[in-house]
């Protein structure tokens, strides 16, 4: 094991999964002698060289389209954004092509693709750069979605991704890249898609967070600890796939649920989730499943209100308590 | 071109001629339906450019893409299956006429978004260059395809790394109903070319010796690293954009001049001429392709529909890697 940040544990995967696999290359802007805005490709140029570190054009669509048709013929593309925000500039390649074309084939093209790069708040970088940008990919069948937490599951995810050979869309958070925890060495460390992780048992109340929001959610807990409520924090790690079965097992258990995340509430991905739980789940609920997300508006820039508009944790500790009816 | 290529030009263009022919008619018999857009007088372009590319290389197509499939080695029978949504179609019934495509053999798919295919043709040439063979991918798009900026984009980053790539733009002179010169910045939109500093070229697109020439040279660039190629072939589709299109946008007077300059016809002439085929054994090709034509029929109308209990299949890749 050996500690490290969530960035540096990003850059170091990709080293791995490039040392060990010639067809891995990464494309994206500003990767190569910056290495990335938050250094998750820093130093990657000078090992790989320009041809498996390529600094792209400020052109997103084509470079998404480029990395699609190398993805089609033997290559393993991870194409690297700065801001996740930048994926409406390719949204024609990355949800009408690389969603589509493997089952519009008939099943007879693989995608192995990963795109990635951080999205949310923490840096005031107002509306287009600081949204969440989870359910476009979730609500179009074809990419798998993955959010990691934490700097090892940010590791273990990753080297998942590279190895899929499905599109997988990578969103980290720009906010959790300083964080850090230990990281296992071996090579081999992959986290499977669709296993959620219990990041803390309880027996009251079920509080289900993505990305930012588990710490919050883990704050919250604590909190109500105090309080008497003992509430299970589930990170499901990854949204397509979806562990459902670690929440309906809490759940079951506990009787009830808040769902959190950074994303818009409305038709967020709380939604979906909310809705599986009633679907599969009715009997075991006590009280209707809380969603929280940001409010309805663009995030702004000022920080004290873009703090008003996501979640917070006093936000979390109040719906928790709201479900438990105290 | 040496003999033999031209015979294989212009059995591959009659191939597309009458397999397009055949689609027309089954979608008026209301044996076929969604989207079939024909390319019926612009086979030249196809199937020059399949004559020249060998197995290894790749194309990316487009809505308007039959005759790049079957100039890539698309099979008539598994194609017209496609078309009608079966089972045995390229496929399965899951892409139909927008959307056939054979991977393994390098058709990296027609494409029913415009201008969506060309930077896949990148990618191809791009993994070409770093495993390090000298495959070459061609990209077909329409004049549409050409304002929009996916197309630029594709272009630049094309040329910075001197992708083996070759950009065929079909200019056949409308985007679906509007008239090429009304939304277009340049006369030819070869002249685009320069703005990525990569050649560009006119070239008569109903000419297969005109196109045989331009093919070659792009492919020569490409294989010696040099980079990429636009090649604009000036063509003309006979039939509507799409079947059922009212045509409200030119004139009879239009289409008839441009189909007294089939390139079929052409073709048949010069061999004529040149004594490569004598009418007789025109008229034998025309039957034999026919024939073809007809049992690609019989086998998409004799094929089953594909199975609903397979719809969710082949949503993602299942397996390991």
């Known amino acids: 094991m050996s500690r490290k940040k969530y960035s540096v544990a990003i850059r170091d995967v990709i080293a791995e999964e490039m040392r060990s696999d010639p067809s891995v290359f990464v494309m994206g ?9 938050f250094g998750c490709t820093r130093d990657l140029q000078k090992e790989f060289g320009k041809e498996r570190v390529r600094d792209t054009p400020i052109a997103e669509a084509g470079y998404v389209g480029t990395g699609i048709g190398a993805a089609l013929t033997g290559m393993r ?15 024609d390649q990355l949800l009408n092509q690389a969603a589509k074309l493997r089952y519009m084939y008939g099943g007879r093209a693989t995608l192995p693709l990963v795109v990635r790069g951080q999205q949310g708040i923490g840096r005031g970088n107002a509306g287009t750069h600081s949204q969440s940008v989870e359910a476009f990919f979730t609500h179009i069948p074809g990419f798998k979605v993955a959010m990691p937490s934490t700097a090892s599951d940010a590791a273990g995810l990753l080297r998942t991704a590279i190895r ?7 969103i980290e958070h720009k906010a959790l890249y300083a964080s850090s925890e230990e990281v296992p060495d071996d090579p081999n460390f992959a986290i499977p898609f669709g296993k959620a992780a219990v990041r803390r048992q309880g027996k009251d109340v079920t509080l289900i967070a993505t990305s930012l929001m ?15 409520i003992e509430a299970e924090v589930i990170d499901p790690r990854t949204l397509l796939p979806l562990d459902l079965d670690t929440m309906l097992k ?33 009997k075991f609920l006590d009280a209707p499943v809380i969603r929280l997300g940001a409010k309805a508006c663009t995030l702004p820039f000022s920080l004290v209100l873009e703090n008003a508009v996501v979640p917070g944790v006093d936000d979390i500790h109040k719906a928790a308590k709201q479900v438990c009816y105290k | 071109m040496d003999k033999q290529t031209i015979l294989q030009v212009y059995e591959t263009m009659l191939t597309i001629r009458k397999f397009e022919e055949k689609a027309l008619h089954l979608f008026e018999e209301n044996k076929l339906r969604g989207s079939v857009h024909l390319s019926i007088g612009q086979e030249a372009v196809a199937a020059v450019v399949g004559a020249y590319l060998r197995d290894e290389d790749y194309i990316t197509s487009t809505h308007r893409g039959h005759g790049h499939a079957i100039a890539k080695g698309a099979r008539p029978d598994k194609a017209m299956a496609e078309l009608m949504g079966r089972e045995t179609g390229y496929c399965g019934g899951r892409g139909g006429s927008m959307h056939i495509a054979d991977v393994e053999k390098g058709n990296l798919g027609a494409n029913a978004i415009v201008g969506g295919g060309i930077p896949h043709a990148n990618g191809a040439a791009l993994s070409a260059q770093l495993r390090g063979t000298d495959q070459v991918a061609v990209s077909f798009f329409g004049d549409g395809a050409a304002n929009e900026g996916i197309f630029h984009e594709t ?6 790394w001197k992708l083996p790539v070759i950009f065929i733009c079909e200019n056949n002179q409308y985007g679906m109903t509007t008239a090429v010169d009304s939304v277009t910045s340049v006369k030819d939109i070869a002249v685009r070319a320069a703005g990525y500093d990569m050649p560009g070229e006119v070239v008569d697109g109903n000419d297969v010796f005109a ?8 492919i020569k660039r490409a294989q010696e690293g040099e980079g990429p190629t636009l090649i604009e072939a000036k063509t003309y589709r006979w039939k509507g954009h799409w079947t059922g299109d009212p045509e409200v946008y030119r004139t009879r007077d239009e289409v008839e001049e441009w189909k007294a300059k089939c390139p079929i016809k052409r073709l048949e002439k010069h061999m004529q001429d040149k004594k490569i085929l004598s009418l007789e054994q025109i008229k034998a090709t025309h039957k034999k392709i026919d024939k073809l034509i007809d049992e690609a029929e019989e086998f998409a109308l004799s094929s089953p529909d594909p199975d609903p209990a397979t719809v969710l299949d082949n949503v993602y890749y299942e397996g390991d890697k």
């Open chain 1, 214 to 228: 588990v710490g919050r959610a883990l704050e919250a807990a604590e909190a109500l600890s105090k309080e008497g």
């Open chain 1, 164 to 170: 899929d050979n499905n599109p997988v869309m990578f």
């Open chain 2, 211 to 218: 196109m045989e020439k331009a093919v070659k040279k792009a």
């Open chain 2, 155 to 160: 272009l630049n980053i094309a040329s910075i």
């Open chain 1, 29 to 37: 802007e500003d990767i190569g002698a910056l290495g990335g805005v």
């Open chain 1, 250 to 282: 809490s759940i079951e258990k506990t009787g009830r649920a808040v769902v959190v995340h950074e994303a818009h509430k409305n038709n967020g991905v709380g939604a979906e989730i909310a809705s599986q739980i009633m679907e599969a789940g009715f």
């Open chain 1, 77 to 91: 593309p991870i194409l690297d954004f700065m801001y996740l925000d930048f994926v409406y500039v390719a949204m």
